[in-house]
């Protein structure tokens, strides 16, 4: 009997409820259903911070880069937390108090209605490619376990975040992101844990991985890596914190929630980035040939070392467990996306440009999934693509789609909040400069013609792996990043006309935000309808005890139940709910 598929239908059936549950709370107004009107609590905002940041990526390409490379993998993850620790003290707050409710909106406060329109044909296409990327990345890894079809894999899973998304919005997004982080902390610390035990320690992964842990194999410049640690912290620091992520951030009841919710990402960043690629490396040493018990993958066959892990080292239903936390990785992303992209469809352009104002909130709100829809069947169709690009490991794809596409939208989107005098064509101009400045490095300015003015001639492919990402990083900090800041000397404020909103907009951003009264009204429905939630999910849990085990393994999964319910128990307990609530509060601006 195969029990890791009762695992994942138990899964399954734990996203349905959320989707009911908080299908209501979505339903009131298109702010509810784009942002929760701007009503959650701190450590449901931050656990969505988290899990945007933590796809299914991230148990296959990332884990693949683990296992093939050791150390180096952790340069991604490490300025995630830098980039966290600035949310903490200027971005995330600040995030929240431009009183939007999609991040395109920000965009026509920061910049003007022309910058609006420009960012929402690009952000929304970007989006789709990402989505397309972390869906592939589930694909990959779900057919290799159940030798499924990619395609029929990749459509099922598309469909089934889609259907969350489009039910409950922000609302059931964000209330599945918090499930999904139990789900992946229980898999990545029981997995942790029995990789730990079987390889004698964390010196031991230190001292016998192949090719040296710090350095790994066919690295020969040390100052590639030291590189590689600098130019990621500056290329996180961007891609956490600018208008276009900020959706994370405008869901939080209040400045001070936001704030909150920056330390608990960075919280289960800096925990979470030693203990889900412990699995992989102590891989390299107990299974050495990992890689190619799916040689079918092609360039992707590292990228299923978790589960070679999970099958030869982990209880009965491990696999099904940790198929669970590849679902809850990759729609915890994916709906995300799919949320934020039909809110800056809606308010951006169809209330704006078709119906110029004259649809009503019930409009928009049923435009809003209709958009979610469309989104959702092209990403699907852009992970079935990706799927094609047999050459590429995951992790170069992630790569390449990150630094290449996305970082030239990035640069004035992260600027623009610091930098408060540029001229209104400056945003724009700056990501057309940044497209170029991409085209020239894969065109010219090629990892072998950069390492060429060194003198060095030989370069194996890592290191040309390695050396693409940083030099594109480089190339949009200097030129790009450069061109926006020096647009500053184009500016005039006499001409400037859309210098009274950017004024009304920096001084929000510089006001407070506090919430609402009557705010504890929402406060308790969330702890108390996340609490029950966590309690069922626990219960499956321990039903994962009837499993024909050792001892030992079933003690693991009782483990993992009870730690699982003491937080269920734990908001239900401190929601204290008296009687239901029967009003819904206004939108918090």
Not at 294 to 306: E, F, I, P, Q, T
Not at 349 to 356: A, H, P
Request: net charge positive; hydrophobic share 55%.
């Amino acid at each position: 009997m195969n029990y890791d598929y009762f695992v994942i239908a138990g899964y399954f059936a734990l996203m349905v409820a959320i989707s009911l549950i908080f299908k209501k709370m979505a339903s009131n107004s298109t702010s509810d259903y784009f942002r929760g009107g701007g009503k959650m609590l701190w450590w449901m905002v931050g656990a969505t911070a988290f899990m945007t940041q933590f796809s299914a990526w991230t148990f296959t390409g990332a884990a693949g880069k683990a296992f093939n490379d050791g150390f180096a993998v952790l340069a991604v993850f490490v300025g995630n937390m830098v980039a966290y620790v600035f949310a903490y003290f200027y971005f995330a707050r600040r995030f929240r108090q431009m009183r939007v409710d999609t991040p395109t909106e920000a965009v026509r406060r920061r910049f003007g209605s022309t910058n609006e329109q420009f960012f929402t044909w690009i952000i929304i296409p970007l989006s789709v490619i990402n989505a397309g990327v972390w869906l592939n990345g589930l694909g990959v890894f779900a057919s290799a376990v159940f030798n499924a079809d990619i395609v029929t894999t990749i459509w099922i899973t598309g469909l089934a975040v889609l259907a969350i998304s489009m039910l409950s919005g922000a609302w059931g997004v964000v209330a599945s992101d918090f499930i999904q982080t139990l789900v992946v902390a229980v898999v990545s610390i029981a997995c942790g844990g029995v990789a730990l035990y079987l390889v004698g320690g964390p010196v031991e992964i230190v001292q016998n991985f192949p090719g040296g842990f710090f350095m790994g194999p066919d690295m020969n410049y040390p100052l590639l890596m030291v590189c590689t640690f600098l130019f990621f912290v500056v290329k996180q620091l961007q891609s956490v914190n600018n208008m276009q992520e900020s959706y994370r951030f405008l869901n939080a009841k209040d400045s001070k929630n936001a704030s909150k919710a920056a330390v608990m990402a960075l919280a289960m960043m800096v925990f979470g980035a030693i203990i889900w690629f412990i699995p992989p490396w102590a891989s390299a040493i107990l299974y050495p040939d990992a890689a190619t018990q799916y040689s079918s993958l092609g360039a992707k066959a590292s990228d299923a070392v978790y589960l070679v892990f999970a099958r030869e080292a982990m209880p009965l239903g491990t696999v099904g467990l940790l198929m669970a936390g590849l679902f809850a990785a990759t729609m915890s992303s994916m709906d995300s996306a799919l949320n934020r992209n039909s809110g800056i469809f809606v308010r951006s352009f169809y209330s704006n440009i078709v119906r110029k104002g004259k649809a009503n909130d019930k409009e928009q709100l049923r435009a809003g999934q209709i958009a979610c829809l469309v989104n959702g069947i092209l990403v699907i169709m852009m992970a079935q693509f990706f799927n094609s690009l047999k050459h590429l490991s995951l992790f170069d794809l992630m790569m390449q789609v990150a630094t290449l596409l996305q970082s030239p939208i990035l640069v004035p989107l992260f600027l623009g909040i610091i930098i408060r005098k540029t001229p209104k064509w400056a945003p724009w101009a700056t990501v057309i400069v940044g497209m170029f400045v991409s085209w020239s490095v894969v065109t010219i300015f090629t990892p072998e013609v950069v390492m060429g003015w060194f003198g060095v001639e030989e370069i194996t492919r890592r290191e040309i792996s390695e050396l693409r990402t940083i030099i594109t990083i480089a190339a949009h900090l200097i030129f790009t990043a450069g061109f926006f800041c020096l647009t500053m000397l184009f500016y005039r404020e006499e001409s400037d006309t859309v210098k009274a909103s950017t004024d009304e907009f920096f001084n929000d951003v510089d006001t407070e935000c506090v919430a609402e009264e009557g705010q504890d009204i929402v406060d308790r429905m969330q702890r108390a309808k996340l609490g029950t939630l966590v309690i069922y999910m626990a219960a499956g849990l321990s039903l994962m005890m009837l499993i024909p085990n050792p001892l030992w393994g079933r003690l693991l999964f009782l483990a993992c139940a009870a730690t699982v319910f003491a937080v269920g128990y734990g908001l239900r307990k401190s929601a204290q709910i008296d009687a239901p609530a029967k009003h819904v509060l206004k939108t918090s601006q």
